[in-house]
C-alpha cells in the first residue's frame, strides 16, 4: 500500500507560481514511476508531468517550458513547480505513483489538490 498526500494548491493569479507536494508513506526508490494528473470541471483526468524511478520526466505539451517535476528521494516528497500559470490550468490536481508488484502494476492516487488560476 502507497498512501499520498497532496499539499500546496490555491489561488494564484495568472503569470503567478505554486509548488504542489506529494508526500508519499513508502520510500520513493522503490516506486516506479510517479507523477502529477490534473481533472477540470467536465473534462478528463489528464497527465501533466511524470518522474521514473530512473529519473526520466515526460510533461504534457501544455505545460512544457512552465512546470517543472522533481523528487526528493530522502523525504519521500515528489513536487510539481508550476510558473506562468493560466486561467486554463485550473483543475485539481492529482498525485499518482504507480508500484511493480510481482507481474502486476498497481496505482494509487491521493485526494488531490485545488489550483486555481485567475485571469
Known amino acids: 500500500q502507497v498512501q499520498l498526500v497532496e499539499s500546496g494548491g490555491g489561488l494564484v493569479q495568472a503569470g503567478g507560481s505554486l509548488r504542489l507536494s506529494c508526500a508519499v508513506s513508502r520510500s520513493i526508490g522503490s516506486i516506479n514511476a510517479m507523477g502529477w494528473y490534473r481533472q477540470a470541471p467536465g473534462k478528463q483526468r489528464e497527465l501533466v508531468a511524470g518522474i521514473s524511478s530512473g529519473g526520466s520526466t515526460n510533461y504534457a505539451d501544455s505545460v512544457k517550458g512552465r512546470f517543472t517535476i522533481s523528487r526528493d528521494n530522502a523525504n519521500n516528497t515528489v513536487y510539481l513547480q508550476m510558473n506562468s500559470l493560466k486561467p486554463e490550468d485550473t483543475a485539481r490536481y492529482y498525485c499518482?505513483?504507480?508500484?511493480?508488484?510481482?507481474?502486476?502494476?498497481?496505482?494509487?492516487w491521493g485526494q488531490g489538490t485545488q489550483v486555481t488560476v485567475s485571469s
Open positions: 499518482n505513483a504507480a508500484v511493480h508488484i510481482m507481474g502486476f502494476m498497481y496505482n494509487y
